[in-house]
């Protein structure tokens, strides 16, 4: 028994470790034994630790919704880009930017030079904070429910509920598309009150300025639509 309790003590300090082994009556082969068997404790202490769990697609939304509120009751009395500047690092983090836009793009993604992917990356990051900073721009007693748990879709994604309910009573469902793409679980679509795709809406206009104009004419849209969200800066 006293073994075990010493072994409980491998953290003792200095100072309490060299007064029990100077007290100790055991030769040094004991000691060599004793430190063999501490080792091994260790280890099995060690193994027994559980490995710390992937952090769920729930918390990604959370730190979304806490932005969003953040931004919010700001309010009117910042600029819309101080607001911007406030809530594009959330959106950089949470979503899959690029992800949303391949997808919104669609087959034709392949097929554009680099030079236009890289012209089209910048306008349709600004063009999606801009869209939150706008639709989110200011606090009257509204509240986020994030549900606890994902529901799973197909091709390993899951979503997560969420719910923005005003003082009144009105709600209104936002639905999170999740992803893990290896670096933590990112966000790659949006579905308002439950169904309506968000990239889905986006393939319909995008495809149609790609079949126009191709990618400038595209980023000319982005562009103007961002002007206008943010109050006419570019």
Known sequence: MKDLILA???GLDAAKAET?????PMRKTDLRRRGLFLTGFAA???SAIPVRAAPAPIAPIQQLTDGLLHVMKAGPGISFEQRFDMLAPVIDQVFDLDAVLRTSVGSAWTSLPP?????LRPAFRRYTVASYVNNFKSFNGQQFTVESQ???VGNGEQVVRTR???PSGDSHELDYVMRDTGS??????????GSISRVAVQQSDFRRLLSRGGAPALVMSLTAKSQELSDGRS
């Open 8 to 10: 409980a003590q491998v």
């Open 150 to 152: 994902a529901r799973l």
């Open 20 to 24: 029990l082994r100077r007290s100790s």
């Open 164 to 166: 923005i309910t005003s």
């Open 44 to 46: 099995l202490a060690a």
């Open 184 to 193: 933590g679980w990112h966000v790659v679509d949006v579905l308002a009150d």
């Open 115 to 119: 030079d236009q992917q890289n012209m």
